[in-house]
């Protein structure tokens, strides 16, 4: 089996979640095109137009009319996606009146408290279970800047706050320990914005006003990391994936993939939308062992479940480290996936922060829990092309929360 031709992934999931919040904070109508159209995006779709945005589908566009939100009349459900309940928090935080937020099984476990303090300091107030999760109930309106540090490097809080600020009187910055996605600084300028970036800060100053754009949302890398690691852990295989987001803070995995050993080219490179584009193409060889760790992390933390199959090809040790973020995603992706190579006869050592990988492993056939994440359920499939063993998955559905049509892609490409 080797990996041929060329592919387009769907939009990417978090330029698209912004696209349409600033278009609906925006005044005018926005277009939006190649927008993701999976469960994630729609949750933050819904809740918009709760709030009072017009959003219609015409064609292949996608049309935002916004710029008067409001409270929403009833509970809004931001489903499986921490996007759209963190970076709606700072939208809410901002509007007068009250909003009350839930999620689904997934989402109201994962912590809120990163978003509810710097959020209070700016004037809103919050009344969440256990004080850090959802069902929380926000109070708006009469906010003010300030300078606030993140303990951990994370784009929904960093935006939570940049969103806010928007709107709030004075200057908002906030700085981080190392560079997370920055598509809300980018989509904010894109968008008439005046937003200042100094080092590891980035400041907004309210309130503004930013008004309708054309958007163009390139293909996602995170969801291009999968035939990616497939073409480059298959000897002989040459992949192009067309028109990918080629921002550097989510390309990680591309010089991880070539320490590796894959040999990866960029190509066609443009902006559009204030965004890095271009093509890669993934030619696969041998792979071995690498260490991914420190500053790299937030640039491919949504891709370490993917690169971990790669390192089970790989020959030698792989480790990860500094990834202790994992264990608050969708799942814990580090113990999700430690029992995911257990179920399959390979062993991992999993640590706080991260796994090490004694490659190869030769993995059997077996019964994957996914845990309902999409991002390991598509990394066990992955494997199981790779190594050409049937791997059983709980959950199949839960791709759509990201990669709608991921398992008809990756079939055409094998
Ligand atoms: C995202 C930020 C990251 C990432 C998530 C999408 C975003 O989360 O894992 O899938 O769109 O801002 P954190 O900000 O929690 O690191």
Redesign the pocket.
């Known amino acids: 089996m080797r990996i041929t031709g060329e592919i387009r992934v769907p939009g990417d999931?978090?330029i698209s979640?912004?696209a349409f919040m600033l278009g609906a904070l925006a005044h005018g109508t926005t277009l939006v095109r190649g927008a993701l159209e999976s469960l994630d995006v729609l949750s933050t779709i819904k809740a918009l137009t709760a709030m009072g945005a017009r959003i219609e589908k015409k064609g292949d566009e996608w049309h935002v009319t916004g710029g008067g939100l409001h409270e929403p009349e009833s509970v809004i459900d931001a489903g499986n996606s921490?996007?759209t309940a963190?970076?709606l928090s700072g939208i809410c935080a901002s509007i007068p009146g009250v909003t009350v937020m839930t999620g689904d099984s997934s989402l109201i476990k994962r912590p809120m408290a990163r978003v509810i303090r710097p959020l209070t300091g700016m004037g809103a107030s919050f009344l969440a279970r256990q004080g850090r999760f959802l069902p929380m109930a926000v109070r708006g309106g009469g906010l003010h800047g300030i300078s606030f540090s993140l303990e951990?490097?994370?784009?929904?809080?960093?935006?939570a706050l940049l969103l806010a600020g928007l709107k709030a009187e004075g200057t908002t910055t906030v700085t981080e320990p190392s560079l997370?996605?920055d598509?809300?600084e980018r989509m904010l300028k894109h968008f008439g914005a005046r937003v200042d970036r100094q080092g590891a800060s980035v400041t907004i100053h309210g309130p503004q006003e930013i008004s309708a754009r054309e958007v163009s949302v390139p293909s996602d890398p995170?969801s291009a990391a999968f035939p990616a690691v497939l073409a480059a852990a298959v000897p002989g295989s040459k992949l192009l994936l067309k028109d990918v987001c080629l921002n550097p803070t989510r390309t990680g995995f591309i010089p991880v993939l070539e320490r590796m050993g894959a040999r990866i080219a960029l190509q066609n490179i443009h902006d559009d939308s204030g965004e890095p584009v271009g093509d890669i193409l993934v030619e696969g060889c041998g792979l071995r062992g690498t260490t991914i760790g420190g500053d790299e992390v937030?640039r491919l933390?949504?891709e370490i479940p993917i690169l971990a199959v790669a390192a089970c090809f790989a020959e030698g040790t792989t480790v990860i480290s500094d990834a202790s973020?994992l264990r608050?995603?969708e799942t814990d992706r580090i113990g999700a996936l430690v029992k995911g190579f257990a179920s399959l006869g390979a062993q991992v050592e999993e640590r706080p922060d991260g796994l090490i990988i004694e490659g190869p492993l030769n993995p059997k056939a077996g019964s994957v829990q996914t845990f309902s994440d999409h991002r390991i359920a598509m990394s066990f499939f992955i494997l199981s092309r790779i190594a050409g063993i049937e791997v059983n998955l709980d959950d199949t559905q839960c791709v759509d929360i990201s990669f709608p049509g991921f398992f008809s892609l990756m079939e055409g490409c094998l």
């Open positions: 999931k978090s979640h912004r921490g996007t963190r970076l951990v490097a994370s784009a929904q809080v960093k935006s997370s996605r598509h809300t995170s937030p933390i949504d973020e608050v995603k």
